[in-house]
């Protein structure tokens, strides 16, 4: 079982900046692909912007030029920094991966931009 623990949410002004971190612990036998989606209340989830583990990327339309995805593959960690933060990023954000074919989530973490 993977568990994925992330941190980093919070309240932040219009036109900052977060960062957030995910790491993946548990029975891991080989983690794919890590990532970041988002849903906000109404909205369905979203991809942020995720990463393999050779570092192909792909990011959302809605934060492209925005965000990066670093990733430590020996420390089964990924973050996500966000830049020009808008009050259209407010969401819960979750982190993701798969492992030996299941994808797992984590229990999301709020992000929420005042204007």
């Known amino acids: 079982q993977v568990q994925l623990v992330e941190s980093g949410g919070g309240l932040v002004q219009a036109g900052g900046s977060l960062r957030l971190s995910c790491v993946a612990c548990?029975?891991?036998?080989?983690?794919?692909?890590m990532g970041w989606y988002r849903q906000a209340p109404g909205k369905q989830r979203e991809l942020v912007a995720d990463?393999?583990?050779?570092?192909?990327?792909r990011y959302g339309e809605a934060v492209k030029g925005r965000c990066t995805i670093p990733r430590d593959n020996a420390k089964n960690t990924v973050f996500l920094q966000m830049n020009s933060l808008k009050p259209e990023d407010t969401a819960a954000y979750y982190c993701?991966?798969?492992?030996?074919?299941?994808?797992?989530w984590g229990q999301g973490t709020q992000v929420t931009v005042s204007s």
């Open positions: 993701s991966t798969d492992d030996a074919g299941t994808k797992y």
């Open positions: 548990g029975r891991l036998f080989r983690i794919g692909a």
């Open positions: 990463i393999s583990r050779s570092g192909s990327i």
